[in-house]
């Protein structure tokens, strides 16, 4: 069974231009997560979808949005982009389990964006 | 304050050394709580969840003091294969179940 896929695998772009990256997640999952793991640092919490909707947002700025499409793949986006944004993206999936309280989250081997 | 704290190491031990690796975690609604590893350069793999009672998955031991705030994570008889960064992880308080709050991590050594 395939894991989650992402790509591009490496992006390299400009201060102010937009970056766009995509995730599949594992066949039958229904959320996706994005993380961003800057060098150093530990992994931070972007964005979750769920069936197409938003539920949760980390504590990043409007710039980075993303979408949860109907066959559950997802795009994140980074607009205006800061030299800061450099780092590992990474994406995972998860299926809702019955009765478990946090599912467990599988992740893809990431984006590494350079922004320069 | 980070909501989740490691100590960062390099731990350095040899092969078969009994390693134990501690987490803090500020938020005393956190609900859920695992660790992770994950090898240079790849992506986070769940290793184990860690509930209040304790629980073992061969070599692993893991263990949760909820009135502390504290998760452990015992590695007996060390292998070379087990050379990684192990990221304590906790969900469920602020954000819903499914944030993940990662801590930064703590690297792990195992010499011949």
């Known amino acids: 069974e395939a894991g989650v896929t992402q790509s591009p695998t490496h992006l390299i772009k400009t201060r102010g231009q937009q970056a766009t990256l995509r995730c599949s997640p594992i066949?039958?999952?229904?959320?996706v997560y994005w993380y961003q793991q800057a060098l150093g640092l530990g992994l931070q919490f972007l964005l979750w979808?769920?069936?197409?909707?938003?539920?949760n947002r980390g504590n990043f700025p409007p710039r980075f949005s993303g979408r949860q499409f109907p066959n559950y793949s997802s795009e994140l986006n980074v607009n205006a982009l800061e030299l800061e944004d450099s780092a590992l993206y990474l994406c995972?999936?998860?299926?809702?389990?019955?009765?478990?309280?946090?599912?467990?989250?599988?992740f893809g081997p990431g984006t590494r964006l350079t922004v320069l | 304050r980070k909501e989740v704290e490691q100590d960062p190491g390099p731990f350095n031990v040899p092969e078969g050394a009994t390693v134990a690796f501690n987490c803090t975690y500020s938020?005393?609604?956190?609900?859920?709580f695992f660790w992770y590893r994950q090898d240079c350069r790849k992506e986070p793999k769940l290793l184990m969840s860690?509930?209040?009672s304790g629980n073992e998955d061969g070599r692993f031991t893991a263990q949760l003091n909820r009135a502390s705030q504290y998760i452990s994570l015992l590695i007996r008889d060390s292998k070379l294969s087990d050379s990684a960064t192990y990221l304590c992880?906790?969900?469920?308080?602020?954000?819903?179940?499914?944030?993940?709050?990662f801590g930064a991590g703590t690297r792990l050594a195992v010499h011949p």
């Open positions: 992880v906790v969900a469920g308080a602020s954000g819903g179940y499914n944030k993940l709050i």
């Open positions: 995972a999936s998860s299926l809702a389990i019955t009765g478990r309280l946090t599912d467990t989250q599988y």
């Open positions: 979808y769920d069936e197409g909707e938003e539920r």
């Open positions: 860690v509930y209040s």
């Open positions: 938020n005393s609604a956190s609900q859920s």
């Open positions: 066949s039958g999952h229904t959320s």
